[in-house]
């Protein structure tokens, strides 16, 4: 299910664009993480690594992407008028599904921890 929105939001979004953006998010994060982990801090340390998890959930799906050399749409084209009303159509959960993936990414481990169960779920019942 978190699976689907990641892959939606990567395709959507464009994944070279994705993994820039995250490993953004990882940059911004790791020094204070670090800093915190040096200094102590394991309360901060912990939220820190919770965070670059997420992020790095996210990363490595759209660099897996990149690597099958799946197509994906970009984020530039998001400009297109043609093409918002197509992924309105397409994607009439979009608003929520970014809510959702967006909760799970500022909550430290939590997507981690949901892509794993579903991964994991994922090989125990194949479909």
Known sequence: MLLKKIHDHNYLNGFLFVTIEFVAFISVFLPFTIYY?????????????GLILNFCTVALFSVRSMLRKDTSLG???????EIRDEIK?????????????????????????IVGVELFSSRQNPT
């Open 37 to 49: 982990l040096l200094n102590d801090e394991i309360f901060l340390a912990v939220v820190g690594i």
């Open 75 to 81: 984020i530039n084209k998001l400009y297109n008028k």
């Open 89 to 113: 159509h397409n994607y009439p959960t979009l608003t929520k599904d970014t809510i959702i993936l967006f909760m799970t990414l500022i909550i430290p481990f939590m997507l981690t921890a």
